[in-house]
């Protein structure tokens, strides 16, 4: 089983939609998780921390489930600005390294 | 990007050949990593340091090397670039739990 895992999409989604991404990860010890976002040729930049709590940035909310093994990234409202694709990154805690996602692409359609 | 400083941001190379690509980072973290991204694919973790002076093999380390001689520097050397290393290089660094800063990227292409 991969460390992390994430359905690579394409998502197309109509502009005002909702849309909703999986990652799934393998070390149930992680400590710290993040989505990022990817504009194609670009470095990925951090769109938002997840919490265990779940926590809502704008249009963007993120949920953490541990006992599943997976985190979500909720978008609302779509928007065309939006297309890129979403990385989901896990942190296992000391020193071990950060693990990517291959990321999920969302392609928003007029 | 501040913090994260990658040079060159373009480069070709003819097979064979060798070259440093170099990061440095004023953010005072710790970790730092070497990532390749090739088209359409995702991140592919080459090298990281989790702090000054040590370094560990990630998913592709084949065909390269690297250097953390001080905490704010860490460099990767193709010694004999080949084709199939033709891609866009990634540095990034994180502190911590803290998520990863990366760096404008090295756009290189190997004839």
């Known amino acids: 089983r991969k460390e992390v895992e994430q359905d690579p999409g394409p998502f197309n989604v109509p502009e005002g939609a909702t849309v909703a991404f999986n990652c799934t990860y393998s070390?149930?010890?992680?400590?710290?998780f993040f989505w990022y976002r990817q504009d194609c040729r670009k470095e990925p930049k951090l769109l938002m921390s997840v919490y265990s709590s779940g926590n809502e940035d704008g249009r963007f909310t993120a949920q953490l489930n541990r006992a599943s093994q997976y985190i979500s990234l909720l978008i609302r409202d779509s928007k065309l600005s939006d297309s890129a694709t979403y990385l989901c990154?896990?942190?296992?805690?000391?020193?071990?390294?950060?693990?990517f996602g291959t990321g999920t692409k969302l392609q928003v359609i007029p | 990007n501040a913090g994260v400083t990658q040079t060159p941001k373009f480069q070709v190379l003819k097979t064979g050949q060798s070259m440093t690509l170099q990061c440095a980072q004023d953010?005072?973290?710790?970790?730092m990593y070497w990532y390749r991204q090739d088209p359409g694919m995702g991140l592919r973790l080459i090298y990281y340091s989790a702090s000054e002076g040590t370094t560990d093999k990630g998913e592709v380390p084949n065909g390269y090397n690297v250097s953390r001689l001080n905490k704010r520097e860490f460099s990767l050397r193709l010694e004999s670039a080949a084709p199939s290393q033709t891609s866009v290089y990634f540095c990034a660094l994180a502190g911590g739990n803290q998520p990863q800063h990366f760096g404008d990227g090295t756009r290189l292409s190997i004839l």
């Open positions: 953010m005072n973290h710790n970790s």
């Open positions: 070390n149930s010890a992680s400590q710290s």
């Open positions: 990154v896990v942190y296992p805690g000391g020193y071990q390294k950060v693990t």
